[in-house]
């Protein structure tokens, strides 16, 4: 069976270039490299390269056989859709423009979308329904390029689930818009609120583009390793759903940590993620 494994770009220290990061995940046995667009100023200031620039990135990923597809685009957590403030809420619609293109550019087909209304604010009505009307517009510049958008599940009750996710995905009703989910994530939502992650999952069913594969226990939602002794994700389960949604683009998300031997983690995490992946495969007769 034929199948993408993406590297996130936070697992390799901070100050590499790329083509030096794409040789990481290459030879660390990973596919491709998912960028990261977070909140930090050097990370949005990507979006404002020239579009030969961002072109550029692209064709260097590709001929190092490790192509950019996907993007995390987390920026929004500090600029949401659903700020009170509407400056704010207008640099969001611009950090989703500036996306959309700079992933036009470089060949990515995916930008990851982070599930908050809102994330240094209360919520409150006005925040989803800003959210919403944001969402829509957003959806729309999508449609414009061809680029789809995923929803993230995330750690906080406005979108921890694939079925609120859904929630959205139906109010749009674009066919650039579906979810992207996290089945560590996934998995302390489930525990938290007592259901099953893979009932959850799908209901996602048709919609679900990617999935991030990452290790969690309940209450800790990053910064552990694959396979730890007290992590309690259940990646088969969850593999064997996405496989059987046609799922066949998985990313694994996991930072460096200081300290830590990066190449060795990267190399563990591969081999343990492609066995997971592989096995399931295997079991289906795919």
């Known amino acids: 069976m034929k199948y993408s494994l993406g590297l996130y770009e936070k697992a390799i220290p901070v100050g ?19 960028i990261s667009v977070d909140e930090t100023d050097w990370r949005l200031e990507r979006l404002d390269w020239d579009a030969s620039k ?8 590709r001929a190092m056989g490790t192509p950019l597809l996907t993007m995390c685009l987390s920026g929004h ?12 809420r207008k640099r969001s619609m611009d950090i ?7 992933a036009d550019n ?7 979308l982070a599930g908050y209304d809102v994330y240094y604010e209360e919520g409150d009505e006005d925040t989803r329904r800003w959210f919403s009307e944001n969402l829509s517009a957003a959806a729309k510049m999508a449609a414009e390029s061809g680029m789809v958008l995923a929803f993230e599940t995330m750690e906080t009750p406005f979108m921890d689930t694939v079925e609120k996710s859904m929630k959205y995905v139906n109010e749009v009703g674009s066919p650039w ?28 069913e048709g919609h679900i583009f990617a999935v991030h594969l990452k290790e969690t226990k309940p209450g800790l939602y990053r910064d552990m390793n ?16 996405s496989l059987k949604m046609g799922v066949r683009m998985f990313t694994g998300e996991f930072w460096y940590q ?26 289906l007769g795919l």
Do not use: W
Not at 16 to 34: C, H, N, S, T, V
Not at 106 to 112: K, L, P
């Open 16 to 34: 590499y270039d790329f083509p030096k990061m794409f040789q990481i995940a290459r030879e660390g046995g990973f596919d491709r490299l998912e």
């Open 54 to 61: 961002q072109r550029e990135l692209g064709q260097v990923s």
């Open 77 to 88: 957590r500090k600029y949401p859709f659903g700020s009170h403030d509407a400056e704010t």
């Open 96 to 102: 989703m423009e500036k996306a959309i293109r700079f």
């Open 106 to 112: 470089a060949g990515i087909s995916i930008i990851q």
């Open 177 to 204: 818009l579906g979810v992207y989910p996290d089945i560590g994530n996934l998995k302390n939502a489930a525990v938290l609120y007592g259901t099953d992650v893979v009932e959850d999952m799908m209901l996602g």
């Open 226 to 241: 694959f396979g730890q002794a007290d992590g309690h994700t259940e990646y088969e389960r969850c593999i064997e759903a």
């Open 258 to 283: 200081k300290g830590q031997d990066y190449i060795q983690t990267i190399n563990d995490s591969s081999r343990f993620l492609r066995e997971k992946i592989e096995s399931v495969a295997d079991k």
